[in-house]
């Protein structure tokens, strides 16, 4: 079974500019959630979707959104790109419900810098 | 407040010895999970070990077992017979039960001196 596909591996784009990381979760999982990484805060989280729709939500201002595909791929967005934006981005899935016992599987993110 | 507390930035074991990593959490949710991940250089976190909080019996996965105190708040990890394969960054997570909402520690950055 193939795991979490995050692209692109590695973005590079200026401030003030837009980006959008894709997600491809493992087959037959349905929630998909998203994680910043920065060594100054560590891993936060920003949201997670379930059946296209967002389910939770971090403490990100409204420049980050994502959203859900039919087939459960994800995209995450980030408009107006800041200096501070520069981070690993990393998705996650997993199967739905309490049976599933919340385990989590990750990709191997994406790295982005913002000049 | 969900907070996730990893008290060690770095650790050093020499090979084949044990080590134990620290991670207290503070939550008011009554039914969670806990979690170590290892996320080394390649960037992908990996699933080491998962605890149930309402399990009293603590979490154990070949070399790598959990001292689970639920009063205390506190969730150590111990790796036995440590390997170079095992140096990473290691993250302490926990989530409510019915939600996933992961909330991380810092992270604790463990050497394997051969």
């Known amino acids: 079974k193939a795991g979490v596909t995050q692209t692109p591996r590695y973005l590079i784009k200026t401030r003030g500019q837009q980006v959008t990381l894709s997600c491809s979760p493992i087959?037959?999982?349905?929630?998909v959630s998203w994680y910043q990484q920065t060594p100054g805060q560590g891993l936060q989280f920003l949201f997670e979707?379930?059946?296209?729709?967002?389910?939770n939500k971090g403490n990100f201002p409204g420049r980050f959104s994502g959203r859900q595909f039919s087939n459960s791929r994800s995209e995450m967005n980030v408009s107006t790109l800041e200096l501070g934006d520069s981070a690993l981005y990393l998705c996650?899935?997993?199967?739905?419900?309490?049976?599933?016992?919340?385990?989590?599987?990750f990709g191997a993110g994406t790295r982005l810098s913002v000049l | 407040a969900q907070t996730v507390t990893q008290s060690q930035p770095e650790m050093s074991v020499q090979e084949a010895e044990t080590v134990t990593l620290s991670c207290t959490y503070d939550?008011?949710?009554?039914?969670?999970?806990l979690f170590w991940y290892k996320q080394p250089p390649s960037r992908q976190m990996i699933l080491v070990i998962r605890?149930?909080?309402?399990?009293?019996q603590n979490a154990t996965e070949n070399r790598f077992s959990v001292n689970f105190q639920k009063a205390a708040k506190s969730f150590s990890l111990k790796i036995s017979d440590s390997q170079l394969g095992d140096a990473a960054m290691y993250f302490c997570?926990?989530?409510?039960?019915?939600?996933?909402?992961?909330?991380f520690g810092s992270g604790t950055k463990l050497n394997v001196k051969p």
């Open positions: 996650a899935s997993s199967l739905p419900g309490v049976g599933a016992k919340n385990i989590q599987y």
């Open positions: 087959s037959g999982h349905r929630s």
């Open positions: 979707y379930f059946s296209e729709t967002q389910r």
């Open positions: 939550t008011s949710e009554s039914d969670y999970y």
């Open positions: 605890q149930e909080a309402y399990k009293q």
């Open positions: 997570a926990h989530t409510p039960y019915n939600f996933n909402k992961f909330y």
